[in-house]
């Protein structure tokens, strides 16, 4: 039971959250809450689809035991996808509510407007790049060698030997993707032609991203 438990629990975790994300059409006059919800069932549903092609790797996969595998590029993007989400909850939901509480004090003009508009200014986004370039540096430069998102999908990030990354590291990683960006994502699609699936950013920090 506890082996089947292991397989099916992104699945079942995935079909929850879009299912508590579904109940946003329901909220009205509380944007912070529908916002969420949101997020929410936008984090389960790209888990749903993803849930299933990992359980169909764990069990067709016959790879030994000993023998690293390395994670493909298609996997690391949903990861991606649930990272952004999840930490653009906690920084979304921060940001809001500091604004909507300012404004209610008096200290701020045009909160209502602020937050009609929340997301489209540069100062918002040079907070969002800052807050995520913290969020991963320390996640995988910890003992968990993962963000949330590589978490639900089992991925590790690690150095060229398997070992745990420093935060200098990890930090050099995240502002390399900014390079592979750059190359209209051809510095992503070089995970495609090599054996340890490196993106460009990976080779720049000399790191891989590992299935465990």
């Not at 292991?6 to 944007?31: C, D, M, N, Q």
């Not at 996808?81 to 008096?106: K, Q």
């Not at 991963?136 to 030997?161: F, H, I, N, Q």
Request: net charge positive; aromatic share 10%; proline share 2%.
């Amino acid at each position: 039971m506890r082996k089947v438990l292991k397989r099916v629990w992104p699945i079942v975790i995935g079909t929850r959250l879009f299912e508590v994300g579904a109940l946003s059409y329901r909220i009205h006059g509380r944007p912070l809450l529908k916002d969420f919800l949101d997020i929410v069932g936008a984090i389960g549903l790209p888990l749903m689809f993803v849930a299933n092609g990992w359980l169909l790797a764990r069990v067709h996969g016959t790879a030994e035991s000993t023998q690293t595998s390395y994670a493909a590029l298609w996997f690391r993007f949903v990861a991606g996808i649930i990272d952004v989400l999840s930490a653009g909850v906690v920084i979304m939901a921060v940001a809001r509510t500091a604004i909507d509480a300012l404004g209610s004090a008096g200290y701020i003009r045009g909160a209502d407007r602020r937050l009609a508009d929340f997301g489209t200014s540069a100062e918002q986004w040079a907070i969002a790049l800052f807050s995520y370039w913290l969020y991963s540096a320390v996640m995988e430069s910890s003992p968990l060698e993962a963000t949330v998102g590589k978490l639900m999908l089992r991925l590790r990030v690690t150095d060229a030997d398997g070992h745990r990354i420093s935060f200098i590291r990890a930090t050099g990683r995240y502002w390399g993707k900014i390079v592979s960006l750059g190359t209209f994502f051809i510095g992503f699609l070089m995970a495609v032609g090599n054996d340890r699936k490196q993106a460009l950013h990976d080779r720049l920090a000399q790191t891989v991203v590992i299935e465990v």
